[in-house]
C-alpha cells in the first residue's frame, strides 16, 4: 500500500492527530470563560470516546453540539471541582513553599487531595460524555469509578500530570494542543473502563437519575 495513499496507516494517523489537535483548540477556546471548563472537557471526551471508535464525524459540529448539550451540568459540577482544586492548590503552595518542613504532613494531604481531584474530574466529564444522568449521579458514578478501577485511575493520572508538566515546561503554548492528545489517550481508557461495564450489564448508556 502506497504510504501518502488516503487510506494508508500513515495518512489515517497523521488525520488522526490533527483531529486531536484541533479538538484540543476548541477545548481551550470554549475553557476561556473559566467557569465553562466542564462543558468544554465533557464535549472533548464525547468527540474522543467516538474518535476512539473511529465514529468522530465532522469535528467542530460534534464538539459545539455536545458543549451545548452539556452546559448545564458542566456548570453545576465544574465550578465546584475547580473550586475545590484551587483550594487544594492554594494549601499546598502555602504549606509546600512557604511553610517549611514542619508541614510535610499538610503538604503530603493537600498534593494527594489535588491529585484525587484532578482525576475525579476526568471521571466526572467522561461520564457525563458517555452517559444520560443527573449532575449528582454522574459525581456518585465518577466517585465509585475512582476507586474502583484504581489501575486505570492511575494510568489517567499519570496522562495529567505529564500534560501538566509539559504545560508548564514549555511556558503554557502547549494547552492550545495538548489537551487534544491528552483527551485522546485518556479516551482509550475510558471506553475500554465504559464498554466493560457495558458488557457485564452493570449499566447502560441511558442511566437512571
Known amino acids: 500500500m502506497n504510504l501518502f495513499s488516503l487510506n494508508s496507516?500513515?495518512?489515517r494517523g497523521i488525520n488522526k492527530l490533527v483531529m486531536m489537535l484541533y479538538a484540543g483548540v476548541?477545548?481551550?477556546?470554549?475553557?476561556?470563560?473559566?467557569?465553562t471548563w466542564g462543558a468544554a472537557a465533557a464535549a472533548l471526551y464525547e468527540v474522543m470516546l467516538k474518535a476512539v471508535k473511529n465514529q468522530e464525524g465532522y469535528i467542530a459540529a460534534g464538539f459545539f453540539k455536545a458543549f451545548r448539550a452539556?452546559?448545564?451540568?458542566?456548570?453545576?459540577?465544574?465550578?465546584?471541582l475547580l473550586l475545590a482544586q484551587a483550594v487544594f492548590g492554594f494549601n499546598l503552595f502555602y504549606y509546600g513553599v512557604l511553610?517549611?518542613?514542619?508541614?510535610?504532613?499538610?503538604?503530603?494531604?493537600?498534593?494527594?487531595?489535588?491529585?484525587?481531584?484532578?482525576?475525579?474530574?476526568?471521571y466526572v466529564f467522561a461520564i457525563v460524555a458517555k452517559f444520560?444522568?443527573?449532575?449528582?449521579?454522574?459525581?456518585?458514578?465518577?466517585?465509585?469509578?475512582?476507586f474502583r478501577c484504581g489501575g486505570w485511575s492511575a494510568a489517567i493520572?499519570?496522562?495529567?500530570?505529564l500534560t501538566v508538566f509539559l504545560i508548564w515546561f514549555f511556558v503554557y503554548l502547549p494547552v492550545l494542543f495538548i489537551m487534544g492528545i491528552s483527551g485522546y489517550l485518556q479516551a482509550v481508557i475510558f471506553d475500554h473502563v465504559f464498554q466493560g461495564l457495558i458488557d457485564r450489564g452493570d449499566?447502560?448508556?441511558?442511566?437512571?437519575s
Open 9 to 11: 496507516p500513515f495518512a
Open 26 to 35: 476548541l477545548w481551550f477556546v470554549c475553557s476561556l470563560p473559566i467557569v
Open 157 to 161: 493520572l499519570m496522562i495529567q500530570v
Open 70 to 80: 452539556n452546559l448545564r451540568q458542566g456548570l453545576q459540577l465544574g465550578i465546584p
Open 132 to 146: 444520560e444522568n443527573s449532575a449528582s449521579g454522574h459525581f456518585r458514578m465518577a466517585c465509585v469509578l475512582l
Open 203 to 208: 449499566i447502560t448508556e441511558e442511566a437512571e
Open 99 to 122: 511553610g517549611g518542613r514542619e508541614f510535610r504532613v499538610q503538604t503530603v494531604v493537600f498534593a494527594l487531595l489535588s491529585l484525587l481531584t484532578l482525576t475525579l474530574s476526568s
